[in-house]
T-cell receptor, first 119, second 115 residues
Framework: AQKITQTQPGMFVQEKEAVTLDCTYDTSDQSYGLFWYKQPSSGEMIFLIYQGSYDEQNATEGRYSLNFQKARKSANLVISASQLGDSAMYFCAMREFNAGGTSYGKLTFGQGTILTVHP | NAGVTQTPKFRILKIGQSMTLQCTQD?????MYWYRQDPGMGLKLIYYSVGAGITDKGEVPNGYNVSRSTTEDFPLRLELAAPSQTSVYFC??????????????FGDGTRLSIL
């Protein structure tokens, strides 16, 4: 079974600084996808960034980038120039496969990291 | 721009009662999902559907039922509510055509308390 581990229950960062949120994964599949979602205190889930296992370049979306190290099975989220509005829970998730090798887009989520941005 | 709409947003149930959490999407997505999120935890998949008339169990299906009669709607049914089902429930949808790497779009969640 696939597993996602986020070892940082909480992180603090000063406004305008960069922060890295850790995510490691365990899978025997060669093809997989990794996602990061943001959950503000209001509760909704907001998609941030995606990395495919065969993507040679690290994914970037504005101030978000994904530090993908395939050999280490890590997919850390880097937020540059932190803003107060970045304070939220962040989840790493992996696309999951059925026993027959199909996916149907199902995701396995980590436990999340609470990020607090200080002014 | 409705996206994924969940109703109700909040609900309190007594033990043993039943209810249906509604979910509808207007993006013509073929895949739909139900997750639950317990306090301080990540999301766990309850049920999913790959199209109208096709549903399957996720990681934590016990105590729930689903149906998918249309592309748009994917209701979640609790038959005999138990305190362990107190949680926040999220419905999500995504579109797939050969690749399953499309991000899921989530509703705003339903906060359910069983007392």
């Amino acid at each position: 079974a696939q597993k996602i581990t986020q070892t940082q229950p909480g992180m603090f960062v000063q406004e305008k600084e960069a922060v890295t949120l850790d995510c490691t994964y365990d899978t025997s599949d060669q093809s997989y996808g990794l996602f990061w979602y943001k959950q503000p205190s209001s509760g909704e889930m907001i998609f941030l960034i995606y990395q495919g296992s065969y993507d040679e370049q690290n994914a970037t979306e504005g101030r978000y980038s994904l530090n993908f190290q395939k050999a280490r099975k890590s997919a850390n989220l880097v937020i540059s120039a932190s803003q107060l509005g970045d304070s939220a829970m962040y989840f790493c998730a992996m696309r999951e496969f059925n026993a027959g090798g199909t996916s149907y887009g199902k995701l396995t989520f980590g436990q999340g990291t609470i990020l607090t941005v200080h002014p | 721009n409705a996206g994924v709409t969940q109703t109700p947003k909040f609900r309190i149930l007594k033990i043993g009662q039943s209810m249906t959490l509604q979910c509808t999407q207007d993006m013509n997505h073929n895949y739909m999902y139900w997750y639950r999120q317990d306090p301080g935890m990540g999301l766990k998949l309850i049920y999913y559907s790959v199209g109208a008339g096709i549903t399957d169990k996720g990681e934590v299906p016990n105590g729930y039922n689903v149906s998918r009669s249309t592309t748009e709607d994917f209701p979640l049914r609790l038959e005999l509510a138990a305190p362990s089902q107190t949680s926040v429930y999220f419905c999500a949808s995504s579109y797939s055509q050969g690749s399953a790497d499309q991000p899921q779009h989530f509703g705003d969640g339903t906060r359910l308390s069983i007392l």
